[in-house]
């Protein structure tokens, strides 16, 4: 089915660094009604297809995760929820993954910059050859402005939304998110191809995108934070042949989250050759973080799964 026609465009330069009930909507739309994004990467432009690592080394961080919008829609009010119908989303033929020092889940055992450039083409990304990941195109950044005064960050999620990083939010998904704000204010970017549940390096496949969603308010309805249902069973393209993951155990779920993730760039670098930074790469564009047990004091698992299906050659 086509997607309909956008009642609105929002170009790549109608951006804005944070999530701010006092910044002016750039458009007003009627409940329904659909709106196109012509999206930057993450990068907010400063890195391109021909960008070596030293445009990690020089990124300013201050301009990254910009949103595009504000998008008003009629009606919405605090107390209200707003469905978001995803209908399409289309990646560039290009994109990028980095190890950014400072940032990610092993920040500190990763201090030095690292660049991945992809080629996207057919609905695949080759990382090196022999193994390829699928592209399922989501938004990383999804939100709705406070109801608070002042400024917050695009960097972390909110209740009202924001760079949530949930990568079931393909098209076809319909997510519905607490309007804080008079108008919803809605704003969405942070393009990915591709990406692992945890997004463990901090950073996805970054591409720009052309993304399409119905906004509509439900009257009424209020929810405590974000609900999603999904466009269908859970990651399809990957989900056809067996996992290999690794647990990690600790009394804290993030440490042993980083545990999982550090045995699974071990597995990668013993079993298929890669290098740490780019097993770790890998771990946040493909390694899916799943919650296996929380009950059993005083330790529990988060396990790394990696679908077998990405490898094209027998290891």
Known sequence: MRPLAATIHVARDQYHLAW?????????????????????????????????????????????DQVNGPIFVEGAEPGDTLQVDILDMRPADWGWTAIIPGFGLLADEFPDPALKVWNLQGGWAEFVPGIRIPLEPFCGEIGLAPGAPGALSTIPPYRHGGNMDTKHLTAGATLYLPIEAPGALYSMGDGHAAQGDGEVCGTAIETPMRATVRLSVLKGLAIPQPQFLTAGPLAPRTNTARYYATDGIAPDLLEAARAAVRHMIDHLARTYGLSRPDAYMLCSVAVDLKV????????????????QSIFTTAS
Do not use: K
């Not at 329904?32 to 990068?43: C, I, K, P, Y």
């Open 20 to 64: 701010d009930a006092s910044i002016a909507p750039i458009h007003r739309i009627q409940s329904g009604e659909v709106v196109a994004f012509d999206l930057l990467d993450a990068s907010c432009g400063q890195i391109g297809t021909d960008a070596t690592v030293d445009a990690i080394r020089t990124l300013d961080f201050s301009r990254v």
């Open 292 to 307: 296996s047990e929380v009950v059993d004091a005083p330790n529990w698992i988060i396990s790394a799964f990696l679908p």
